[in-house]
């Protein structure tokens, strides 16, 4: 069943990263109830999320090995990461660019592949 949602399931999730990073947040009352650095927490989760909602998505869809699976979906992560920062700068006055926000999303897409990439190759043993 899994599979057959995976595709929507992924692009829900991207289309709802999308949305949330560009949408204008009432910084001030999110700041009285969490820290200043809880957001870079929430990028490196929500990119880690993506890598592994697409990894699944592409490794069920194509028959790429898994290192070439993962090495697809890091990039694109990475890539898409990057971009909503360059579109934060561009198009809204509310959000900004931050090159912390891309080191945690970075971050986040490379500790779940290494681990997508450790887990799926003691699953092969």
């Not at 289309?15 to 990028?43: N, Q, Y």
């Not at 080191?103 to 799926?120: D, E, M, P, Q, R």
Request: overall charge positive; charged content about 20%.
């Amino acid at each position: 069943m899994l599979k057959k949602y995976a595709l929507l399931i992924s692009t829900v999730y991207t289309i709802s990263l999308l949305t949330v990073s560009l949408i204008r947040l009432d910084f001030d009352k999110i700041e009285d109830i969490v820290p200043s650095f809880s957001d870079k927490l929430f990028h490196f989760a929500a990119y880690g999320l993506l890598t592994w909602f697409w990894f699944y998505t592409l490794k069920m869809k194509l028959s790429y090995s898994i290192l070439k699976t993962l090495i697809v979906v890091a990039i694109a992560c990475i890539a898409f990461g990057t971009i909503i920062e360059v579109l934060q700068k561009e198009l809204t006055n509310t959000r900004f660019f931050d090159l912390y926000d891309i080191a945690a999303n970075i971050g986040g897409v490379l500790i779940t592949a290494s681990l997508l990439l450790i887990y799926k190759k003691s699953d092969v043993k």
